[in-house]
C-alpha cells in the first residue's frame, strides 16, 4: 500500500509522501501560511483518500493533484487551493514547455529553421537555433508577464526576436568615422585609426562584425561616403575599388552570431560631395555591380542611395552622375534602393536620415537632439491586423476599440521589455556601449546600467496584413477600392497616432514601423485560420501581406501601386519600404528604372526599391532569368535564385515555406 506511484509517461516510481506535504506547504506559503504541522495533517487527508479512492495502489500524479485540490476545498482552505492551482497549471505549461522544446530541437537537428533567410544550414546554425528555441521557451515561461506572453502565443501580437527579449538591443546607426578616427578595441587590444583606403575598408568591416555579435539586429553606417572619404582622398581610384571590393567580399563572407550568418549591414551613400566621398560613392556602386568572384550578386551590403535635389537628383547637380550610376547597378544586382531626403517627414532634416536595409529609420528623440547616428531600435512588437477585422465581425467601431486596446497592449509590453533592456550593463554589450556607439554611453563605466543611452533608442509597434484587414471589413483590398484605400489611410493614421500618445504616456521614442515580417507573416494565418475557418480574400492564403503592401498577386501598374503605397510611409515614422517588380532585370532600360525611382519621390515615400529575378548558374556563370530547372547554356542544375525578402537579399533556397508561396505569386507591374 503507498508504495509506487505512476508518472505522466506511464513509468512507476516510489511514492513519496512527503512531496504532497512540500506541495501544499508552498502553496500556503504563497498565500502567507507558515503552518507546516497543517501541511503534514492535510497530506494524512490526502493520503486517506487515496486508500478510500484506489485503495492505495494504481493512481498516478494526476489523481493525487487532483485529491490534494479538493481536500484543500472541502477543509476550507480556498485560497491555498487557488495558489495550489495556479502552481500546478504553471508546472503544466512549464512541463508542455519542455516538450514543445524537445520537439523544436528534434527537427533543428534534421534542418535549420527557415525563420530567418540569412541563416545557413551549418552545425552552427543549428546550434544557434536550439539556443534560439530555448531561450524563446524561457522568456514566454518565465519572464514575460503572463498577459504578454498568452497575446504572443495566441497571435494577438508577435513580438520580434523573443530569443534575445532580455538579452541585447536591435540596430544601431554606427558612427564610423568617430572609430576610425579615434581608434577602437573590439576586446583583444587597441586597433589604431588606418592610414589608407584598404586598411579603413577592412576595419569597417570588422567593426560591423563587432558590433553584430553585441546585437539582435541589422548594423548599419549612415554616412559611409562622408566617413570613409578622408582614407580616400590621396589614393587612386584603383586603390580605392580595391578597398571596396574587399569590404564587399568581407561582408558576404565574415559570418558572426556563432558562424551561423554574415552581419546584416547597410551602408548609406549618394549625398557626400566631397572629391573622396564621390569616390567611396563610386567605388561601392562598380564593385557591387562587378559582384563577386564568379560575378555572383552579392547579398550585403544593402546599399541606400540617399536622392536630394540640389545634390543628386538632376543633372544640373553635383552627384547626378552618381545617381545615374546607382540606378544602373540597381537594374543589374537590386541594390542599391533608394531613400528620398525631400519626402514631407525627412525633408525638416536635410540629407541626415539614414535608413536600414530592413527599412528601419530612426531620427526624432525626446531626449536629445533629432539626429539618426549612434541611435537605433530597442525591439518592436506587431499587432495581428487580420485577426482584429475578424474579431469584429465587419463592424469598423468594434475594429477601432480591439484596434485600440490591443496597441495599447503592445506598448505596455515593450515598456516591459524596455526596463528588462534598462537593467543590462555595458559589460553586456562591450562594443556597442564600452567602445562609446551609442549616444549618452559615453560616461558609463563597465558595470553600469545603460538606460541612460538607450533613451535615446526607439521603441516600435508595427502591424502586418492591411490588405487582409480591409477586404474582411470592406470585402475589397486597398489596391482594388478608393473606398478600402481611404479606409487603409485611416486606420494606419489611427494606429500611429495611438503610438504618438504613448511617446506622451511614457516619456520614451515610441514609434510606429510597417513590420518587415518574414517568418510572422504565414504564423498569423495559420493561428487565425485554425480559429476562423477558411475565409476568401483573408485566411485561404499561406501569409498575410506585409504592413501596407497592396498583395503581390493583384494586376496592378507601378504607377498605381506607387501612388497607392506613398501615403502611408509619412504616417510609419520608424520604417517603411516599397517595391516595384520587374519581370527580368532592367539593365536596358534605365529609363523605365529612372521613371519609377522618380515617381518614388514624388508620391512622398521615404524608402522603395525595385525587384526582379537574378539567376545565376554556378558551373557556366550564365546569368539571368533562368525559368526552368536546369540552365539555358550549360545544362547544369545547380542555379543560384537570389530574391529580396523583408528589404535584404536573400537566396531562394533559404526561404520559409510561406515566403516561398508570396514568391510564387509575385506579379510584375505593367508600365
Do not use: W
Not at 564610423?176 to 589608407?196: A, D, M, T, V
Amino acid at each position: 500500500m503507498f508504495e509506487v506511484i505512476r508518472k505522466r509517461d506511464g513509468r512507476e516510481a516510489s511514492f513519496d509522501p512527503s512531496k504532497i506535504t512540500e506541495a501544499i506547504f508552498k502553496a500556503a506559503k504563497a498565500e502567507g501560511g507558515e503552518d507546516r504541522q497543517k501541511a503534514l495533517e492535510l497530506t494524512l487527508e490526502v493520503m486517506k483518500v487515496l486508500g478510500e479512492e484506489f485503495g492505495g495502489k494504481g493512481f498516478s500524479v494526476e489523481d493525487v493533484q487532483d485529491i490534494v485540490e479538493k481536500v484543500l476545498i472541502e477543509k476550507g482552505h480556498a485560497r491555498t487551493a487557488k495558489a495550489y492551482i495556479l502552481y500546478r497549471a504553471e508546472r503544466t505549461r512549464y512541463r508542455e514547455g519542455k516538450s514543445d522544446l524537445m520537439d523544436v530541437v528534434e527537427e533543428i537537428l534534421k534542418e535549420t529553421n527557415r525563420e530567418n533567410a540569412n541563416v545557413g544550414n551549418s552545425p552552427s546554425a543549428k546550434m544557434l537555433q536550439i539556443a534560439s528555441a530555448a531561450s524563446k521557451q524561457y522568456y514566454l515561461d518565465r519572464l514575460i508577464a503572463p498577459e504578454f506572453a498568452e497575446a504572443h502565443r495566441s497571435g494577438d501580437i508577435h513580438i520580434h526576436d523573443l530569443d534575445f527579449y532580455g538579452k541585447t538591443l536591435n540596430c544601431v546607426q554606427i558612427p564610423l568615422g568617430q572609430l576610425l578616427q579615434q581608434g577602437f578595441s573590439n576586446g583583444h587590444g587597441y586597433i589604431r585609426p588606418p592610414k589608407r583606403p584598404a586598411s579603413a575598408a577592412a576595419l569597417a568591416a570588422i567593426i560591423l562584425q563587432s558590433s553584430q555579435n553585441d546585437m539582435f539586429g541589422g548594423q548599419s553606417f549612415p554616412f559611409f561616403d562622408r566617413d570613409m572619404a578622408p582614407f580616400v582622398e590621396n589614393a587612386s581610384d584603383g586603390e580605392t575599388y580595391q578597398a571596396m571590393e574587399a569590404l564587399i567580399y568581407n561582408l558576404n563572407s565574415m559570418h558572426s552570431r556563432a558562424g551561423a550568418q554574415v552581419p546584416f549591414s547597410s551602408l548609406n551613400i549618394g549625398a557626400d560631395t566631397s572629391d573622396g566621398g564621390r569616390s567611396v560613392a563610386k567605388n561601392i556602386l562598380l564593385a557591387y555591380d562587378a559582384g563577386l568572384g564568379n560575378g555572383e550578386n552579392p547579398i550585403f551590403p544593402n546599399i541606400i542611395f540617399r536622392v536630394k535635389e540640389g545634390i543628386n537628383l538632376n543633372p544640373e547637380d553635383p552627384n547626378y552622375d552618381l545617381f545615374q550610376l546607382a540606378m544602373r547597378v540597381a537594374a543589374k544586382r537590386m541594390n542599391p534602393t533608394f531613400s528620398f531626403m525631400d519626402s514631407s517627414f525627412n525633408q525638416q532634416f536635410g540629407s541626415d536620415v539614414a535608413y536600414m536595409g530592413c527599412r528601419t529609420r530612426v531620427i526624432g528623440n525626446r531626449h536629445g537632439e533629432a539626429v539618426t547616428e549612434r541611435r537605433g531600435n530597442l525591439s518592436f512588437t506587431t499587432v495581428n491586423l487580420p485577426r482584429l477585422a475578424l474579431k469584429s465581425k465587419g463592424s469598423l467601431g468594434e475594429f477601432y476599440r480591439l484596434l485600440e486596446s490591443t496597441v495599447a497592449l503592445a506598448c505596455e509590453q515593450l515598456y516591459q521589455r524596455y526596463r528588462v533592456q534598462a537593467d543590462l550593463k555595458v559589460k553586456d554589450m562591450p562594443f556597442v556601449m564600452g567602445q562609446r556607439l551609442y549616444l549618452g554611453s559615453d560616461n558609463l563605466k563597465s558595470c553600469d546600467p545603460i538606460k541612460e543611452a538607450i533613451k535615446h533608442g526607439t521603441l516600435s509597434v508595427g502591424f502586418i496584413g492591411l490588405a487582409e484587414t480591409l477586404v474582411s471589413l470592406t470585402g475589397k483590398h486597398h489596391g482594388e477600392s478608393d473606398d478600402s484605400q481611404a479606409i487603409g489611410i485611416s486606420i494606419v493614421q489611427f494606429m500611429s497616432r495611438l503610438v504618438e500618445k504613448a511617446a506622451e504616456d511614457y516619456d520614451l521614442n515610441y514609434t510606429f514601423i510597417a513590420t518587415p515580417a518574414e517568418g510572422l507573416s504565414g504564423r498569423f494565418i495559420k493561428l487565425d485560420r485554425e480559429q476562423y475557418g477558411l475565409i476568401p480574400g483573408v485566411t485561404d492564403g499561406e501569409y498575410y501581406t506585409n504592413s501596407f503592401h497592396i498583395p503581390v498577386s493583384y494586376d496592378i501598374s507601378y504607377m498605381d501601386k506607387i501612388s497607392k503605397e506613398g501615403p502611408y510611409h509619412k504616417y510609419t515614422n520608424a520604417g517603411h519600404i516599397s517595391y516595384v517588380e520587374f519581370p527580368a532585370p532592367p539593365i536596358n532600360n534605365g529609363e523605365a528604372v529612372q521613371a519609377v525611382v522618380k515617381h518614388m519621390k514624388n508620391s512622398d515615400m521615404g524608402y522603395a526599391g525595385i525587384n526582379f529575378p537574378i539567376d545565376f548558374c554556378e558551373s557556366c556563370r550564365y546569368l539571368g532569368v533562368i525559368d526552368e530547372d536546369q540552365c539555358p547554356q550549360c545544362g547544369s542544375r545547380e542555379i543560384r535564385r537570389v530574391r529580396r525578402i523583408t528589404g535584404y537579399l536573400s537566396t531562394v533556397d533559404r526561404f520559409n515555406d510561406a515566403k516561398v508561396v508570396e514568391l510564387r505569386n509575385r506579379k510584375a507591374h505593367c508600365f
